[in-house]
């Protein structure tokens, strides 16, 4: 846990006037009809404030963060290589409804929870790969990409 001090060093590093230090994410709501949802947090003076996003804003958000937290870590561990992983919990794999294509849901056992649309091109360099790599005793790291 920070504390207070850890926030302030932080804040005169490199801190914009109008940002708030979110200390903790304290309650997260999705509005009834689902056009927002907010999340309620405390700053690091311990005062509670909410952020309102629309869905759109949400979705842009989401496919922003995951690339923003990769380039913090390697920064952090001045590595290129790092980036953050999350421990695959369960799997499905359904056909969309009026399509050909397939959608692979992924989901942490903490209940982190990401779809995909995949083509059935998608599937098959994908399969390729899995075999190629299969087939090669390869021992240590080995990048498998379209």
């Known amino acids: 846990m920070r504390h207070s001090n850890d926030f302030a060093e932080d804040r005169n590093a490199d801190h914009m006037p109008n940002e708030i230090d979110v200390a903790s994410l304290t309650r997260c709501e999705v509005a009834p009809e689902g056009h927002y949802v907010r999340l309620h947090f405390e700053d690091a003076l311990g ?49 969309a409804a009026g399509s050909k294509d397939f959608i692979l ?30 087939s090669k005793a390869v021992q240590g790291p080995t990048l498998l990409s379209s």
């Open 47 to 95: 005062c509670p404030a909410a952020l309102r996003l629309t869905s759109d804003r949400v979705q842009q958000l989401l496919m922003t963060l995951p690339r923003l937290l990769s380039r913090a870590l390697q920064a952090r561990h001045r590595d290129n290589s790092v980036r953050a992983l999350f421990p695959l919990g369960e799997w499905r794999l359904e056909t």
């Open 105 to 134: 849901t992924l989901i942490t056992s903490d209940g982190f929870e990401v779809a995909f649309s995949l083509s059935a091109r998608a599937i098959v360099r994908i399969r390729s790969a899995l075999e190629a790599h299969h």
